[in-house]
């Protein structure tokens, strides 16, 4: 089941890093010399201060969105905080006490759950 989390969580970041890295793209090409030198020769003056303008809000709308995502993460990360701590405290406490193998594997299944609850959100 994790296993299967993971793969889907991977395939779900490599989404969210490939559509940010093409906005990314489209953002240098906005920005590029040669572009502005088509849209300087071909444009009148309100087009070229239209292009000007929403070339901007379109570099603001990326970094908005790349700050949304952080943000969401980082809250998240913060509210599970306490419970991963808790987790980690007390799988390292069955591992010392190696007589309790069923302790152990239900520490290690308690922090493998707050982990992949934590994949979900990054």
């Known amino acids: 089941m994790v296993r299967g ?3 889907e969580l991977a395939s779900i970041d490599e989404l ?3 559509i940010l890295k093409d ?4 953002e240098l090409r906005l920005n590029a010399s040669d572009v502005q030198i088509e849209i300087e ?8 201060r239209n292009f000007i303008d929403e070339r901007t809000d379109f570099s603001l709308i990326r970094v908005k969105l790349e700050n949304t995502i952080l ?3 980082a809250v998240r990360l913060k ?3 306490p419970e991963l701590k808790k987790g980690i405290e007390e799988l390292d406490q069955a591992i010392e006490d ?3 193998t069923i302790g152990i594997l239900e520490a290690i299944k308690g922090v493998t759950s707050i982990i992949a609850r934590i994949l ?3």
């Open 98 to 100: 190696l007589k309790n």
């Open 71 to 73: 943000e969401r993460i």
């Open 5 to 7: 989390l993971l793969s």
């Open 23 to 26: 906005i990314r793209k489209l």
């Open 16 to 18: 969210r890093n490939q």
């Open 41 to 48: 020769k071909h444009a009148d003056a309100n087009q070229k």
């Open 120 to 122: 979900v959100i990054i």
């Open 79 to 81: 509210n599970l905080e």
